[in-house]
């Protein structure tokens, strides 16, 4: 098993910029993939971000040239770091690991972007 704590959420002015923090119970070179997701009031929750095991990494449209994955391999922690954020930005952001064919998610950490 995994469990995931996210961290990093705050009350930010548009065009200004956080990082996310998710730290893993276990070693991240075990699993497989890590992501961001992100849920906004009354809409389906929706991929941002994925860094694999490899190093590779994908980004939402929406997101593409703003938000930068990373790792930390020695800390166990995955980041999210997010620049330029707009006020469509808002919402609660959950950490997931794929391991071992199973998917685990963080509590998630809300980000609100004041325009």
């Known amino acids: 098993q995994v469990q995931l704590v996210e961290s990093g959420g705050a009350l930010v002015q548009a065009g200004g910029s956080l990082r996310l923090s998710c730290a893993a119970s276990r070693s991240i070179r075990s699993i497989n993939e890590m992501s961001w997701y992100r849920q906004a009031p009354g809409k389906q929750r929706e991929f941002v971000a994925r860094i694999t095991s490899g190093g590779t990494t994908n980004y939402a449209d929406a997101v593409e040239g703003r938000f930068t994955i990373s790792r930390d391999d020695a800390r166990n922690t995955v980041y999210l770091q997010m620049n330029s954020l707009q006020p469509e930005d808002s919402a609660v952001y959950y950490c997931?690991?794929?391991?071992?064919?199973?998917?685990?998610w963080g509590q998630g950490t809300q980000v609100t972007v004041s325009s």
């Open positions: 997931r690991a794929k391991f071992q064919f199973a998917s685990y």
